[in-house]
């Protein structure tokens, strides 16, 4: 039997409410059924996720005890038959060309390893929402609108597509087994970038992701990031904005005032081209975010030096 081209990798965790509609977009895409296949990754579900995913005849249910997504991940791409792997997440509504997208690109760029898409929401959210807040945060380096003068430092995992044989087989690059915080897509990556392969920014590959709705869904968010900062970031000297990161506690409390002030900027200037209006009426909860994003840094700090000492 013929293999496919793209092969589509979903690790999963208790995704029983959203993930029938991931894969019913996905059993609708452009492409022919006979160009992609789909994989999902079950992490230990408690959840009734194997069982919405068992009802699609056409997706190979895989299972694993929990060992996290970047352990998720590498157990698909083991098992993938494509040429390509598209990694997306179980919370994500996709655009019927998705797939198309990233092969095409590929197919017609044999140079570039991966390539990243951009991420909308999945229906128009209101100003002043702690949704839309959340969502100019999260996505603010991979909206349609983002423009790269120079190739991406990273692309986040939720729609990001490889050349198997370049990535793995070549280069042997996998995502970061047992990682205690995310962050793995940074490191995977870094490493791509450190062997020479080239990465792009796709803005017409969409997909839509669910953010959080409430302040303390987004501030816990937040916080969340800036605590695996230290451990990933923090542990790359040649990364952007790795020295907003030392790994004593003490200077990181002079860091922390630029943290809050640069990331706020960040994401401002970001969306500035595309949705001026929302998102500087949107900066008193973007700043709040930060400031969460920053005691989360501190405390990630202090995480790290007890663990290495």
């Known amino acids: 039997m013929t293999p496919p081209e793209l092969t589509v990798v979903i690790p999963c965790f208790n995704a029983g409410k959203l993930i029938t509609r991931l894969l019913e977009q996905l059993s609708q895409q452009t492409l022919s059924p006979d160009q992609y296949e789909i994989i999902v990754i ?3 579900s408690t959840d009734d996720t194997t069982q919405r995913v068992a009802a699609f005849n056409h997706v190979t249910l895989l299972t694993q005890d ?8 590498n157990f698909g791409v083991e098992r993938a038959r494509g040429k390509l792997v598209l990694f997306v997440d ?3 509504e996709v655009a019927e060309d998705l797939l198309e997208r990233h092969l095409k690109f590929h197919n017609a760029n044999p140079d570039i390893a991966a390539t990243g898409g951009s ?3 999945p229906r128009k959210l209101p100003i002043f ?7 100019f945060s999260s996505w603010f380096n991979v909206h349609p609108g983002t ?18 044989d370049i990535i793995v087989d070549q280069h042997h690059i996998a995502f970061p087994a047992g990682l205690k915080h995310t962050g793995e897509d940074v490191l995977y990556c870094h490493e791509m970038r450190e062997q020479g392969l080239k990465l792009r920014f796709l803005p017409e590959a969409i997909v839509r992701h669910h953010d959080r709705e409430t302040m303390k869904g987004h501030l816990h968010h937040m916080y969340r990031w800036g605590h695996h900062a230290p451990f990933v970031r923090g542990s790359l000297p040649n990364l952007k904005y790795g020295f907003l990161f ?6 990181i409390l002079f860091t922390t005032p630029l943290i809050v002030a640069g990331y706020t900027w960040l994401i401002w200037k970001s969306w500035l081209g595309s949705r001026p209006f929302a998102v500087t009426l949107s900066l008193p909860q973007i700043l709040l975010g930060r400031l969460a994003y920053a005691w989360g840094a ?5 995480a790290r030096k007890r663990d290495a000492d």
Do not use: M, Q
Not at 66 to 73: M, N, S, Y
Not at 298 to 302: A, D, E, F, M
């Open 119 to 121: 991420v909308e929401p």
């Open 66 to 73: 929990r060992g996290g997504p970047g352990t998720a991940r």
């Open 90 to 92: 179980s919370d994500l």
């Open 147 to 164: 423009v790269y003068k120079d190739e991406p430092e990273y692309l986040p995992s939720l729609n990001l597509c490889i050349k198997k």
């Open 42 to 44: 079950d992490d230990g």
């Open 129 to 135: 929402s702690w949704v839309l807040a959340d969502h």
């Open 298 to 302: 501190v405390k990630g700090t202090v």
């Open 246 to 251: 030392p790994k004593s506690p003490f200077l």
